[in-house]
T-cell receptor, first 111, second 115 residues
C-alpha cells in the first residue's frame, strides 16, 4: 500500500474553507484514498474516501488529481469543532488488512 | 444505538502483570482490529481478525495476544512481555475485512498506564 505524506500542521480561520493536502505519489490503480480525523483522546472518525473521481458528502469534499498522485480534503466552512488530526490513507481494494495510520495533519481552527 | 464499546477507559497496572482490554461491537461487522497510539504519533496495527476464530498479526504484535471466539467480541491481552505497554489502545471494526467499502468504525479507546 502506498505511503502518504501530509504536512504536520495547518491553521484555518473559523468559517473559511480548510484545504488539507495529501501526497501519495506511489499509489497504484486499485488503491483508494481514505480520510479519517481524530479529536484529542477519542477514536478516529471516518470522513470520506475515493478512487479517482471527486467525492462529496455531508462532512467534506475529496478532490483527487487526475494522475492520482495527490488529493485534497476540503472542509467547506470550518468550525472550532473541526480542530483535530486528519489522516490520509491509501488502501488497496481487496486488502486483507488495515493500514497503519501515519502522523497526519493537526488542523487548528482559529476563532 | 450500534457502536463499539471499549472498556475500561482508563487502566493502571503494575509491571509484570497481564491485563485484558475489552472490545465489543453490535454492528454485526465481520472484521475487528486493535491499534496502539503513542503520544503525538499515528496508529499502529497490533492484531486484526476478519472472521470468528481467526486472527492475524499486525505490525507490532509482540507482547500482545487476542482471541475471537464470538463475532461481536475481540479482547486484547497486554502481556508482561510487552516492553512499553503504556499507550492509548483503540479497537475498530469494519463490515468486511477485504472490501474497499469497509471503512473503520472506532471505539473511544482505553488508556493503559504501567506504574
Amino acid at each position: 500500500d502506498a505511503k502518504t505524506t501530509q504536512p504536520p500542521s495547518m491553521d484555518c480561520a473559523e468559517g473559511r474553507a480548510a484545504n488539507l493536502p495529501c501526497n501519495h505519489s506511489t499509489i497504484s490503480g486499485n488503491e483508494y484514498v481514505y480520510w479519517y480525523r481524530q479529536i484529542h483522546s477519542q477514536g478516529p472518525q471516518y470522513i470520506i474516501h475515493g478512487l479517482k473521481n471527486n467525492e462529496t458528502n455531508e462532512m467534506a469534499s475529496l478532490i483527487i488529481t487526475e494522475d492520482r498522485k495527490s488529493s485534497t480534503l476540503i472542509l467547506p466552512h470550518a468550525t472550532l469543532r473541526d480542530t483535530a488530526v486528519y489522516y490520509c490513507i491509501a488502501r488497496s481494494s481487496g486488502s486483507a488488512r488495515q493500514l497503519t495510520f501515519g502522523s497526519g495533519t493537526q488542523l487548528t481552527v482559529l476563532p | 444505538d450500534g457502536g463499539i464499546t471499549q472498556s475500561p477507559k482508563y487502566l493502571f497496572r503494575k509491571e509484570g502483570q497481564n491485563v485484558t482490554l475489552s472490545c465489543e461491537q453490535n454492528l454485526n461487522h465481520d472484521a475487528m482490529y486493535w491499534y496502539r497510539q503513542d503520544p503525538g504519533q499515528g496508529l499502529r496495527l497490533i492484531y486484526y481478525s476478519q472472521i470468528v476464530n481467526d486472527f492475524q498479526k499486525g505490525d507490532i504484535a509482540e507482547g500482545y495476544s487476542v482471541s475471537r471466539e464470538k463475532k461481536e467480541s475481540f479482547p486484547l491481552t497486554v502481556t508482561s512481555a510487552q516492553k512499553n505497554p503504556t499507550a492509548f489502545y483503540l479497537c475498530a471494526s469494519s463490515i468486511r475485512g477485504r472490501s474497499v467499502d469497509g471503512e473503520l468504525f472506532f471505539g473511544e479507546g482505553s488508556r493503559l498506564t504501567v506504574l
